[in-house]
């Protein structure tokens, strides 16, 4: 019986120390930060690369209605500014894809607003040389064209959901 419980508490020893690696090794390795990150790269990789390495439509889109390379369109989506409203939009056509319900839709004064709130910060955080004139021009192009950017947005294939 002696042998016995020794065996037993020696293989209880055992799982606990292991069970304590683990979990500390997890603990470690896996942080808010890290995650976080994770999440942002592999995000943003699906805005940009299909699964093949082809471009996806959402870049695709993104090009044709900023009239911007496709390299500043890179460093566009790699910043949490544009990232972040980029998702956001994305988020609201597959809402509206998956219910059909237009409240869901961006309308023309909020796209405006958008652009107005974060032109300057947009493109100051990619680097993009601007002038005051070229700001104009492009909110000016964002007011006269919207119904045109949001019925081309909506229409972007990201993915196949639809209700």
Not at 8 to 21: E, P
Not at 56 to 78: A, Q
Not at 81 to 93: H, Q
């Amino acid at each position: 019986m002696k042998k016995f419980l020794r065996l037993f508490l020696n293989f209880l020893l055992v799982v606990v120390i292991v069970g304590n690696v683990i979990y500390f090794s997890f603990a470690n390795s896996i942080r808010e930060d890290v995650i976080r990150e994770s999440i942002k790269k592999e995000l943003l990789t699906g805005f940009i690369y299909e699964d093949d390495g082809r471009k996806t439509e959402i870049f695709n889109t993104i090009v044709r209605l900023t009239h911007l390379s496709e390299e500043d369109v890179i460093k566009l989506m790699e910043h949490e500014t544009a990232n972040d409203i980029i998702t956001n939009f994305v988020d609201s056509i597959y809402d509206y894809n998956l219910t059909g319900d237009v409240s869901y839709k961006y309308t023309r004064e909020e796209l405006i607003r958008i652009v107005d709130d974060n032109f300057d910060k947009v493109l100051s955080e990619i680097g993009y040389n601007y002038s005051a004139s070229d700001k104009v021009e492009a909110i000016n192009y964002v007011r006269d064209n919207s119904d045109y950017i949001l019925d081309t947005i909506y229409a972007t294939d990201i993915g196949g959901y639809t209700k």
